[in-house]
């Protein structure tokens, strides 16, 4: 448990959640979410097997494969969620979506509540790659991770060149600081690395929040036999003020790599705070 949850018994507690509304929507939910695991995992094996070789083989020398590779990742994404939204799953709440299809060279951020939060960046923005959990390697997911992603367990430095190289070609990197999905209750300490690529990459940090309906079920710690009770989840995409490295730049890397850190927790707690009261505030005056 993260020092920021100190002060909270168990940031993972679900006993405030209310009684399950409706036992048969319900009961279908969960079936759905966990036939949706099992059709993401068989999907991502097809590409890795089938798919992916086709675009080595096209894509040739001219086009980075995986450039191609994750734009194709992006566009099968969206035929995904689009799926759990016929299936009153998920769906999603974004205002302009054309601003994160023109997002470029930056290290994207983003709070982490559930495990859906990197399919829904990625399909938002298909210019991408993202750091993952190295641990994924050793699931149905390998395949395209090894492929098309970076793990956690890359070393570092290494991971500093390959950023560089895709952020100098317009992709950006999606990054959780958090390092693990965020607690139901509180957050947990930013790491730095995602300052770090920002510093030796040269650009700008973008910061998003993830809000919407609770997304217990999707957790850390929840069981797979789980799902809001009372409705689906929705989530509610809200783009930040751009972070300038310019802020950065002149500072000793150790001193820019913690102040960079510290903003970006600052920008996303404060935002994730004030949305919370906001969607209290609208909760109470609608009852």
């Not at 690529?197 to 789980?226: E, F, H, M, R």
Request: positive net charge; aromatic residues 12%; glycine residues 6%.
């Amino acid at each position: 448990m993260s020092k920021k949850n100190h002060s909270i018994e168990n940031p993972y507690d679900h006993s405030d959640l209310p009684k399950v509304k409706n036992i048969f929507v319900h009961s279908y939910r969960c079936f759905m979410k966990i036939f949706a695991i099992a059709v993401f995992g068989i999907g991502a094996l097809f590409l890795a097997i089938f798919v992916f070789p086709f675009i080595r083989l096209f894509s040739g020398k001219k086009r980075d494969f995986g450039i191609v590779a994750r734009a194709y990742v992006s566009h099968t994404f969206r035929i995904f969620l689009s799926w759990l939204h016929y299936s009153d799953v998920s769906r999603r709440v974004v205002n302009n979506p054309e601003f994160y299809r023109n997002i470029h060279s930056k290290v994207i951020i983003s709070n982490h509540p559930s495990l859906l939060d990197f399919v829904y960046i990625m399909s938002l923005v298909p210019n991408s790659t993202c750091i993952v959990r190295g641990g994924l390697t050793k699931t149905p997911l390998a395949g395209v991770i090894k492929q098309a992603y970076i793990t956690n367990t890359t070393e570092f430095d290494d991971v500093l060149v390959e950023c560089k190289k895709l952020i100098d070609k317009g992709c950006n990197v999606i990054i959780f600081p958090e390092g693990t999905r965020t607690p139901r209750k509180g957050h947990n300490n930013y790491k730095k690395g995602a300052a770090r690529i920002a510093l030796y990459c040269n650009c700008d940090v973008q910061p998003i929040l993830i809000g919407g309906t609770d997304k217990y079920g999707l957790g850390k710690n929840d069981p797979l036999w789980s799902f809001n009770p009372v409705e689906h989840y929705v989530y509610d995409f809200k783009n930040l003020p751009v972070i300038s490295i310019n802020d950065y730049k002149e500072l000793p890397e150790a001193i820019a790599a913690k102040r960079l850190t510290d903003k970006m927790e600052e920008v996303i707690t404060t935002a994730a705070k004030e949305y919370n009261e906001n969607t209290t505030t609208k909760t109470v005056n609608n009852y």
